[in-house]
């Protein structure tokens, strides 16, 4: 990231640090230890970011290493003393743990797109449309606009992870069905979490914007449909596979970002 960094630099060299009067291993300062990769890569615990916080918002629709901090429109500094991020100070109704935070630097979307591809742009920070902050003209950061606002899902639990997807009926249907022909057939492992597994089908059918991967919905309803076809046979679990010309896999995965949508 050293050209993100030299970018920010020309842009604006008048950056600081974000200072923090708290002291916390999680809010970002001259102090700390960041290093510049650790914002905005993807993570499902404190301990696996160098700032300490893996920040759970409805910023972008998986967690990233952040950190707090308390100069909104300064930089965070690594600790070597580069500009490693940018303190970003979000309204009341940003769903957070904390408000005001380090968010990752970028001069186009393949910077971002290397921490996470789930990040969407590479853009001036904002959030719902709304642009935060002033004084750093030029500067850009990671962002994921299409989450803004959606419901924060725990992925450690996925309980109700289809809060606000009502319009999706039929894809969390489909996807629940599909998830309970797996558990019977041992593809997910015994005493694994069905709504996990339910969500994570989700998130790789249906994009954060709502457009539906028609292909993948057509390979799930098959194995569903064939399945449900030889309920009380032997060929429950054997005839899906055949019958959709693949092998089915647990999406559970990608309920929390650990597999991309899509991926494998």
Known sequence: MVHLLLRLAFVVPTLLACSSASGGSS????????TAAA????????????SGLCLASDYAPFRFCSAA??????????????????????????????????????????ACQSLATQWEKCEAPNYKGN????????????SAPSQNGKPIVDTATCAAWETGWETHATQISVCRAYCNYLSTCGV????????CCA??????M??????IDIPFEKDVKCFVTSYSSVQGTTKVCTEPPIACGQEPADPTRSADGSREAGGT
């Open 206 to 211: 249906v994009a954060a914007d709502g457009e």
């Open 69 to 110: 901090c308390d100069l909104p429109d300064e930089a965070c500094l690594d600790d070597d003393g580069a500009a490693a991020g940018f303190c970003v100070a979000f309204p009341a109704e940003f769903a957070a743990s904390e408000k005001t935070i380090c968010l990752p630097l970028c001069d186009a979307l393949p």
């Open 131 to 142: 642009l935060i902050g002033t004084s750093a003209t030029g500067v850009k950061v990671c």
């Open 188 to 195: 997910v492992p015994d005493g694994a979490n069905l709504e």
């Open 39 to 50: 914002f905005g890569a993807r993570c499902t615990s404190d301990s696996e970011c160098e």
């Open 27 to 34: 809010r970002a300062d001259a102090t700390t230890a960041v």
């Open 199 to 204: 969500y994570g089908c989700f998130r790789e």
